[in-house]
């Protein structure tokens, strides 16, 4: 594999809160020559670049320079911002917001056509299948390369934007659940290049951990503080437990747009001296509270907007540090989290449900035990990353070979 056969486009990079893009190309590099474009460059956050994978990315000028580039290629480049523009203009759309989204993309997919000109790639592979994937489809086309893309969540469930077009001229889609994988095909059943690859996670040197339990029963989520999490229901069963005289505590990791809400709920039943708010922090810290808890707790709902996780990688990362994990029956998630196997499922939204797993998790210390067990075993075997990034590295050795 040549350097320039493989072009990732990503919008943003690095991205705190997509950490499985950042941990893919970080082990990619080491593996296979690999291009890096990325439309904005982002602040790293917390996330650690022990091999300066950000300094490997070719990010996108500013707007100022964007808008010489405009102008430049409409006097001097008429043809081939003009076909550019039709494209844009033309893709076929769910609907007008849609259209727009892509439109304001616009110079942005210049840039990209004038930066990759001279030397295109064999490959245009875009993370997410919303207006990523559709600069990469159109540049591909005008370059008469092929393109593949990483689908998510939102840009499958939410956006939904013709998916029907970017399934059938894809060279080949990789997604992270077999729900994912379902989904799409029923929404272009002819197809056969969609691919389950697991989102993995760097296997723990649990020598580093200090699993002392703390004497108090600790309960921890981790995640954006945002509906589909389900922190509300969190709250709700944590109340059920309090009014059952239950002594224990929950700690909410994270941020988000709903934080005050949810930090008013708290208040309003009364439970700040049993739920704390920590906030964002480092993984690395994230992970020795994990190891030092009772339970993690994740009961991911459905948005109304559609909106649905796949598999938060924050709960193979719990079940990586040994510790029980109860989550929702929705999407993915029962694929890692097989019920009274691997940990335990509620119902989406049902509060009381949420409770009584959080209580039997707290009062079985064997079940405890041996969720856990079971669950180190199944991700060591499915999300080790070197693994899935091995399959990863495999699909594009074989699709290349087609082009």
């Known amino acids: 594999m040549q350097k320039n056969d493989v072009l990732f486009l990503l919008s943003g990079f690095?991205?705190?809160?997509?950490?499985?893009?950042?941990?893919?190309?970080?082990?990619?590099?080491?593996?296979?020559?690999?291009?890096?474009?990325?439309?904005?460059?982002?602040?790293?956050?917390?996330?650690?670049?022990?091999?300066?994978?950000?300094?490997?990315?070719?990010?996108?000028?500013?707007?100022?320079?964007?808008?010489?580039?405009?102008?430049?290629?409409?006097?001097?480049?008429?043809?081939?911002?003009?076909?550019?523009?039709?494209?844009?203009?033309?893709?076929?759309?769910?609907?007008?917001?849609?259209?727009?989204?892509?439109?304001?993309?616009?110079?942005?997919?210049?840039?990209?056509?004038?930066?990759?000109?001279?030397?295109?790639?064999?490959?245009i592979h875009a993370h997410f299948i919303g207006w990523q994937t559709e600069i990469a489809l159109i540049i591909s086309e005008i370059f008469g390369v092929r393109f593949s893309s990483s689908a998510h969540a939102m840009d499958i469930f939410v956006l939904r934007n013709n998916l029907e077009e970017k399934l059938r001229k894809a060279l080949f889609v990789v997604t992270g659940t077999q729900f994912n994988v379902n989904f799409m095909q029923s929404i272009y059943p002819q197809t056969k290049k969609i691919h389950l690859v697991f989102d993995g996670v760097k296997k723990l040197d649990h020598s580093k951990l200090d699993f002392t339990k703390n004497e108090k029963i600790t309960f921890i989520s981790v995640g954006r503080l945002v509906y589909k999490k389900g922190f509300q229901f969190l709250i709700e069963a944590s109340k059920i437990l309090d009014d059952k005289g239950f002594n224990f505590e929950t700690l909410i990791i994270g941020d988000g747009e709903l934080r005050e809400q949810l930090e008013t709920k708290v208040k309003t039943l009364k439970l700040e001296n049993k739920i704390n708010f920590l906030g964002s922090m480092e993984n690395s810290k994230i992970l020795q509270l994990f190891a030092k808890s009772t339970a993690f707790v994740l009961p991911c709902v459905e948005a109304?907007?559609?909106?649905?996780?796949?598999?938060?990688?924050?709960?193979?990362?719990?079940?990586?540090?040994?510790?029980?994990?109860?989550?929702?029956?929705?999407?993915?998630?029962?694929?890692?989290?097989?019920?009274?196997?691997?940990?335990?499922?509620?119902?989406?939204?049902?509060?009381?449900?949420?409770?009584?797993?959080?209580?039997?998790?707290?009062?079985?210390?064997?079940?405890?035990?041996?969720?856990?067990?079971?669950?180190?075993?199944?991700?060591?075997?499915?999300?080790?990353?070197?693994?899935?990034?091995?399959?990863?590295?495999?699909?594009?050795?074989?699709?290349?070979?087609?082009?």
């Not at 890096?36 to 790293?44: C, D, Q, Y």
């Not at 940990?343 to 405890?368: H, P």
């Open 14 to 123: 690095p991205i705190p809160t997509q950490t499985f893009v950042f941990r893919e190309v970080d082990e990619l590099f080491k593996i296979m020559p690999l291009r890096i474009v990325a439309f904005t460059r982002k602040e790293k956050g917390f996330l650690e670049d022990k091999n300066n994978v950000v300094g490997r990315v070719e990010f996108a000028p500013n707007n100022s320079i964007l808008i010489v580039l405009f102008f430049k290629m409409l006097l001097f480049r008429l043809q081939a911002f003009w076909k550019i523009f039709f494209k844009v203009i033309f893709f076929k759309h769910r609907n007008t917001k849609q259209r727009f989204k892509l439109l304001k993309k616009f110079p942005k997919t210049l840039w990209l056509y004038d930066h990759l000109k001279d030397n295109p790639p064999r490959l």
């Open 304 to 403: 109304e907007n559609g909106d649905i996780d796949g598999i938060p990688l924050i709960i193979v990362e719990a079940m990586f540090t040994k510790i029980p994990v109860i989550s929702s029956r929705i999407s993915g998630i029962p694929e890692i989290v097989k019920d009274n196997e691997t940990g335990l499922l509620c119902e989406e939204k049902n509060v009381r449900q949420i409770a009584e797993k959080m209580e039997l998790i707290a009062t079985d210390r064997e079940l405890a035990k041996r969720l856990s067990e079971n669950a180190l075993a199944f991700v060591e075997e499915n999300f080790e990353i070197e693994k899935t990034i091995a399959k990863l590295y495999s699909l594009f050795e074989k699709y290349l070979e087609e082009i």
